[in-house]
């Protein structure tokens, strides 16, 4: 096995990304539970962590814990224009766009 080394913060950022999609992979295969999400305040008082240097890497995980579900919700035709509209703009889908807002509120 070879091993390449990083010493830039993007490569680091490849590299615990790379990390994540492993263990959610081992996770998933031995049918056991992700561990809650902390806030940041939370890691930076914890003393055996003291002094690391924190990043915030986006992972898609959902590929390793089930299929996604189609759902049916009703919002105002102007809301679901605009939705539309920004996620086009930012090349996202309707759902996608749903979703990531949906987990950006449910972090906060």
């Not at 939705?83 to 979703?99: N, P």
Request: proline share 5%; net charge positive.
């Amino acid at each position: 096995m070879i091993i390449r080394l990083v010493n830039t913060a993007d490569g680091c950022f490849d590299k615990a990304r790379e990390a994540i999609e492993a263990h959610c992979e081992v996770v998933a295969e031995t049918e056991k539970k992700l561990p809650q999400p902390r806030p940041m305040t939370a890691w930076r008082a914890d003393r055996e962590v003291k002094g690391w240097t924190w990043g915030i890497v986006d992972v898609r995980i959902e590929k390793h814990f089930g299929p996604a579900q189609k759902i049916n919700i009703t919002v105002p035709a102007s809301t679901l224009r605009r939705i539309d509209e920004y996620a086009q703009k930012h090349g996202a889908t309707r759902s996608g766009f749903l979703e990531k807002a949906a987990e950006r509120v449910m972090r906060s």
